[in-house]
């Protein structure tokens, strides 16, 4: 898996489509065969498919997050910045607890493009920004966080509370 999302985000990070990557460079899982055109489906729709996938800010609305998902946006001057590839590393290393909390994850390293988050966010740099399900710029760091430390950030969310009241039946 690691080896096929460091080529898709290789992909995505040199604006080429995965469909002009040779075939035999690309090695999908079961999971990923299934749906091989997923260009029908909503950013949310391939998110919830698989939360581990990275998506490029070009492709991102926040709107259309809003109550769905919580936004991880690692920002960068380009590509081959060391804490860029840090924090990629540092937040592959635990997808399951990103997706529990219904963490989406959004890369934009190429500040010529000025993509709607870019503008919205106004990043120097690198940088990651948490947003909250409500919308709500919840965290900026300027330096790469490791999953623990986003996590915790997370279950402090009044929204993320709120989901465990409401999973535990303790909120009625």
Partial sequence: MRHWVITALA?????FSANSVPAQDVALTDSEAISA???ALSVVERWRADPGIIFPASEINLNELIFFARPVVVFADNA?????????????????????????????TDPAARSA???????????????????????????PWDVRELTRAIDK???RIQEIRDRDGLDQ
Avoid: E, H
Wanted: hydrophobic share 45%; glycine share 8%; charged share 25%.
């Fill in 37 to 39: 055109d997923t260009t």
């Fill in 157 to 159: 969310m009044p929204t």
């Fill in 117 to 143: 988050l870019r503008q919205t966010l106004r990043p120097r740099g690198f940088g990651l920004v948490l947003i909250d399900k409500d919308g709500r710029v919840a965290q900026r760091k300027p330096a």
């Fill in 80 to 108: 081959n910045d060391p804490q860029f590839a840090r924090q990629i590393d540092l937040l592959l290393a635990d997808l399951s607890g990103l997706a529990l909390r219904d963490v989406i994850i959004i890369v934009d």
């Fill in 11 to 15: 992909v995505v990070m040199t604006g």
